[in-house]
């Protein structure tokens, strides 16, 4: 499965997070750090999702344009470069999908 994920470089490292899955955000030191550590917390999820039956979530163009615009709104509010990344993070799951 791969998952869109959103990249905002910090101070030192970046924060990182997916917006197919709410709340599911990372970090790391770098950003190599930051994909392999979101890529642990979508497989997480997707584990409590399994075990508690919920549905595979769905990205779509709408839902990523929407969370990437928010966060160059907070960052423009914060005073903070407009600058981001976004990358596809290939994750596997350890359930059945």
Do not use: W
Not at 5 to 14: D, S
Not at 23 to 49: F, H, K, M, P, Y
Not at 64 to 76: H, K, N, P, T
Request: aromatic share 4%; charged share 30%; glycine share 6%.
């Amino acid at each position: 499965m791969k998952f869109t994920v959103i990249l905002e470089p910090e101070e030192t490292g970046y924060s990182i997070y997916c917006p197919a899955l709410p709340g599911c955000v990372s970090q790391g030191d770098s950003r190599g750090e930051a994909l392999t550590n979101i890529r642990e917390a979508i497989e997480g999820i997707l584990a409590l999702r399994e075990k508690h039956h919920m549905p595979l979530p769905e990205e779509t163009p709408e839902l990523v344009a929407r969370e990437i615009r928010c966060c160059l709104e907070d960052r423009r509010a914060e005073g903070l470069p407009l600058t981001i990344e976004t990358e596809e993070a290939e994750v596997f799951p350890k359930v059945a999908v």
